[in-house]
């Protein structure tokens, strides 16, 4: 209580009150209308447990507060949890008293909701105040001279005249249709919105979960795109509706009020944040009790299967009898989405209480709450045995979920009366539901977005759910539309997922479409039906919704140089040609600056080219110029219509070359990049290693190595990209060039050649980059039990289901027949057969050039997968665990059992014995001494060092397959023999081998090579002694002649 020490303990001076802040926010400030407010207050020191919110309202405002007055909610700014409190409102002081039940830290903010509340008749609504009270204590309080909680209402003058209104039908808890038939005394320009505030009995959202509204205006023509929240509908006014003007407003899908009287409605319009307008109305809703009840007998379909079309006949008993000009109205459950416009209602082979015209009924469809209205029946039902009505409502596509539907629903409505007489209650009915199921895979189709005229879609994807080893054909349909391509292929060895395009024809139709899809499986359908896609055909795009877009705003060349590639691309492909001109301004220089091409023209279809240009003697830096050609012009907007380029000297050094890395590597894949000192062209070949380096000008022209002969026997990968400027540090841009090669082979040694060319021609030597790709995938091997023999085709058809991969990827090692005998009658040992089992033995192979998983993943696929599994092969056994005795086949290295050595040689052939240890392929190559010796990989393909093929009488292979019951120490050999040899000389023989690994074999490294050097024999020539005395004679016949001419 005082001030001073005691106990050992200091007490301070009494503490001042803190500071309580109060902001009063209100959903409307007109005089006597219904508004929502919002009281935030943020204290200065902590209010415990038990403590006490105190607020008092002025008596202007507290006069118009009922006596049982209670706060809406009260959450906070420190918690998400709900806050626990009582609450007493003492109308004689106006002040209300909330009792906490938590603590309440500093410097904290209460939020308190007060729904409902009808502003006061009066022009302020005087100071807000309020405190915290804790064991009697005042700990905060607002301050008594802020006059900022003084509220100002403002007096209206009303806008909107509502001339009449209407809802039906109106029994409480229906879905109902309302009509407001309006006129406004000043215009409501377009971009304005309106707002109409219910009452605080209706929904917040005004219609249940699983519904939406439908808002449209027949006198205006238009359908609003509408919301609502907090009982308050927001339309947007996208046409003017002027001054005087009679209009209406319909919404459906408005969930009515409980029964009883509930009124009051405020009309607001809007520009941006400003009112234009604010009616405040009096209107009443009165709803009527719920409808009697009525019996549902009949719900059938003719398909349950997921997304297929079924027809569906629901029958109902009629209680009591019903006048002519009655809708039956029947709704589906939510997980129905109705897209068409239309569907056929039939009368039902039981139908007994109405008559129907030969034409049958009419049938209308509301989307928006799932709900056909039929009528149309020619006599009233009075009653009698013959109650029973039943209706067929045909090709209804099926929910996307599997389970039980929501309940469907029957009634019939007195449009007289406005009022639902009857209905059906799903929680009274059985059945009321049905339960889908799904029936083989689905083909998902992506949304196909808004089309316009005289354009096309870009690409529109369409998935398998799983990929399966057959081909698979999917043809759609849409009059007035075509497809790219006509007819979509899943090819068994190609992704799951494709793409179409849909072009719109001269005759399509603008407003709601259609896709309708026709598929075609190669083996015994595994895919359901595919159901139908829609969408919407516009005339125009909105503004700046379709766009054609410039790569680049800065582009830099040398004098008279040929710029890099600059690209134009279009969000959305054109249906026709589409032109984009191009020129130079400031200054215009048609003469100095050439464009290739001149016009940019796109084809039907493509949404991406590229131009150039060349600059001559006498240009200048100034801007390039794009324009849109012809009726386009109005259909795509340019964001930036022009690129500053800008001229550098001309150019005579070559660029410099200053980085070059990986980016990333794969086994089968190299993402490359180029760094330069200036904007280049890098011109590239990929090969094996071991071809010799090329001249800059092969790499930049492939047709010179065809042309000179120099181009290798083995495969070349040649072309060239631009660069891209790349800011990488703060100092310096870099000029990017990427390099992407796919489809390699595994573990495989490359070389990469590569030349820098800047844009005036300029060119460095031919740069190398070796590298090897990661890495091999071994083959997986596996077992699958089954309880009886199948045909191994069928299992790896369902294996090749589950993986995606193709019948040639798996090996079946053993498939050994079940265990019988055939004689046995004994049922104990007809038991046990029964329940025997057998063990498939199988292989998963690699594919060395692509990019997919290995295979013991796929094995592991096939384990997670066992029901799928079991459902295309009911023999196999499902709790068998297929990675229990799974494993990577891998095999020892290769080695020789001894030295290759000449068995018999002569002049023209050698042979030699060879000998591996383990099954594998061996290979030999005879060269010429001295001859640069090849890699094993290129021995194992007959290459010499530099990949180009040997004489196919130069090297050999040899097959080893060692018998499983051969004994260790006894030793397989062949012979090799080369033959078309030269006489009389050296040559170097060398061998290699490699193991029987079923993809891509490990083969010896360099320094396990055998080299055999040999010379062949000098062949020897024999004269025959008839040859011999025919020239000893000629020699006595020469002398004699040589005599004669010395005489003379």
């Given amino acids: 209580v005082n001030q001073g020490t005691f106990g ?25 209308v219904s508004a929502d407010y919002t009281l935030a207050i943020q204290n200065t020191y902590n209010l415990p447990l038990g403590g006490t919110i105190v607020l008092i309202f002025p ?7 009922p006596t049982d007055f209670t706060i809406t909610d009260l959450t906070s700014s420190f918690t998400s949890s709900k806050l626990v409190y009582t609450q007493v409102y003492q109308a004689n002081s106006y002040t209300l008293k909330i009792q906490t039940n938590f603590v309440w830290p500093p410097k904290t903010s209460l939020y308190i909701t007060m729904n409902g509340i009808n502003n006061p008749n009066a022009e302020q609504s005087g100071v807000f ?50 009509n407001f038939k309006m006129t406004s005394a000043s215009d409501i320009p377009t971009g304005a919105t309106m707002e109409l505030s219910f009452p605080k009995t209706f929904s917040p959202s005004l219609t249940s979960f699983d519904n939406s509204l439908l808002c449209y205006s027949e006198a205006l023509g238009i359908t609003f795109t509408c919301s609502a929240s907090s009982q308050k509908l927001t339309l947007p006014i996208t046409s003017k509706i002027p001054a005087g003007s009679t209009f209406d407003i319909q919404i459906k899908g408005i969930v009515n009020p409980n029964v009883g009287n509930s009124s009051g409605l405020n009309i607001v319009t809007r520009q941006g944040t400003s009112i234009l307008q604010f009616t405040a109305l009096g209107l009443n809703f009165s709803t009527s009790p719920a409808p009697g009840v009525m019996n549902l007998t009949t719900l059938e379909t003719t398909s349950k299967a997921l997304q297929e079309k079924g027809d569906y006949t629901l029958c109902a008993d009629l209680p009591g009898p019903v006048e002519i000009g009655a809708n039956i109205l029947i709704d589906f459950p939510a997980q129905f989405t109705f897209k068409l416009s239309s569907y056929n209602c039939s009368v039902g082979k039981n139908n007994l209480a109405f008559v129907y015209p030969p034409s049958g009924p009419k049938c209308e469809v509301l989307p928006n709450i799932r709900r056909f209205n039929i009528s149309g029946h020619l006599y009233a039902f009075n009653g009698g045995p013959n109650k029973k009505m039943c209706f067929v409502i045909s090709q209804i596509e ?33 059945p009321s539901n049905i339960i889908y199921q799904r029936q083989g895979l689905r083909i998902i189709v992506d949304d196909i977005p808004t089309l316009i005229v005289n354009t096309m879609s870009n690409d529109i994807k369409v998935t398998l759910e799983r990929a399966v080893p057959y081909n698979i054909y999917l043809t759609p349909s849409a009059p007035g539309f075509d497809f790219i391509p006509s007819t979509i292929v899943f090819l068994s060895y190609l992704p799951p997922t494709q793409t179409f395009k849909v072009k719109p024809l001269p005759t399509a139709v603008v407003g709601s479409n259609r896709i309708t ?14 159901p139908d896609s829609f969408f919407t055909l516009q005339d125009r795009p909105l503004f700046k919704e379709m766009k054609l877009l410039v790569g680049t705003t800065i582009s830099r060349t040398a004098l008279r140089a040929m710029s890099l590639p600059i690209t134009i691309s279009l969000t959305n492909p054109a249906s026709t040609p589409l032109a984009v001109n191009l020129y130079t301004d400031k200054p215009a220089q048609p003469n100095v600056v050439q464009f290739f091409p001149q016009t940019v023209t796109f084809k039907p279809g493509e949404t991406s080219k590229n131009f150039t240009y060349q600059t001559l003697t006498g240009a200048v830096s100034g801007l390039i110029m794009l324009s849109v050609d012809g009726y386009y012009k109005t259909i795509y907007y340019v964001p930036n219509n022009n690129i500053t380029f800008e001229i550098l000297d001309i150019d005579t050094t070559p660029p410099q070359l200053l980085n070059y890395y990986i980016v990333d590597l794969g086994r089968t894949y190299i993402y490359f990049r180029v760094s330069a000192s200036e904007s280049s062209w890098v011109s590239y070949l990929l090969t094996l290693r071991g071809t010799l380096t090329p001249p800059p000008e092969e790499v930049r022209n492939a047709t010179l190595r065809v042309v000179r002969r120099t181009k290798t026997d083995v495969v070349e990968i040649q072309g060239r990209n631009g660069s891209n400027q790349t800011q990488v540090t703060k100092t310096f841009i870099y000029y990017d060039t990427f390099l992407s090669f796919t489809g390699l082979e595994e573990q495989t040694d490359y070389i990469l050649f590569f030349v820098l060319e800047d844009l005036s021609g300029n060119y460095i030597g031919t740069t190398t980059f070796n590298f090897t790709t990661l890495a091999k995938y071994y083959p997986a091997r596996f077992n699958i039990m089954l309880k009886d023999n199948v045909k191994t085709a069928d299992l790896i058809r369902a294996l090749g289901l589950i993986t995606g991969l193709t019948a040639n990827r798996f090996v079946i090692n053993s498939a050994p027949p079940k265990f019988t005998i ?39 696929l096939v384990r997670k997968s066992m029901t799928l599994l079991v459902n295309e092969v009911p023999q196999v056994v499902s709790t068998y665990n297929v990675l229990s005795a799974a494993y990577e086949i891998t095999a020892f290295n290769q080695i020789f059992n001894y030295p290759p050595y000449v068995i018999a040689l002569n002049e023209y052939t050698v042979s030699f014995n060879v000998s591996l240890k ?47 019951t051969n004994d260790e120490s006894s030793v397989i050999y062949q012979v090799i023999t080369f033959s078309s040899l030269m006489d009389n000389t050296y040559y170097d023989v060398y061998f290699v081998g490699e193991n029987d690994l079923p993809v891509n074999p490990d083969i010896m490294d360099e320094s396990q090579i055998q080299k055999v050097t040999i010379h062949t024999q000098r062949e020897v020539f024999v004269i025959a002694k008839s040859y011999k005395y025919l020239q000893k004679l000629v020699i006595s016949v020469s002398t004699i002649l040589i005599f004669i001419a010395i005489i003379l």
């Fill in 918 to 964: 383990r099954n594998g392929t061996l290979y030999g190559i005879i060269m010429l001494r001295g001859s640069p010796r090849p890699n094993p990989r290129q021995m194992k393909l007959g290459l010499n060092s530099t990949n180009y093929l040997l004489n196919k009488d130069t090297y050999a292979s040899v097959k080893f397959e060692i018998p499983f």
């Fill in 517 to 530: 899809w026709s598929k075609s499986e190669e083996e015994s359908p595994r895919f359901s039906a595919v």
């Fill in 822 to 860: 055939p004689e046995a009658t004994e049922p104990e040992v007809l038991n046990y057969l029964a329940n025997e089992t057998v063990l498939y033995d199988l292989t998963i192979l690699p594919n060395k050039t692509a990019d997919d998983k290995r295979p013991i993943e796929y094995v592991n």
């Fill in 398 to 430: 099926n929910p996307a979920d599997a389970g039980p539907s929501g309940a469907f629903t029957m009634a019939v409505l007195d449009p007289k009366a406005n009022t639902v007489l009857y209905r059906t209650y799903g929680v009274l009915n059985y």
């Fill in 8 to 32: 050992g303990a200091t007490f301070n001076a009494k503490r001042a009150k803190g500071s309580l802040y109060l902001i009063v926010n209100a959903t409307s400030y007109y005089k006597t």
């Fill in 59 to 65: 008596s202007t405002f507290g006069a118009v507060l």
């Fill in 129 to 178: 105040s309020g405190n915290t009270v804790y064991d009697e204590e005042i700990i905060d309080q607002t301050d008594p001279n802020d006059a900022s909680t003084n509220i100002a209402y403002n007096s209206y003058a009303s806008g909107i005249s509502i001339l009449s209104n209407s809802f039906s039908p109106i029994n409480e808890g229906e879905i109902s249709n309302y």
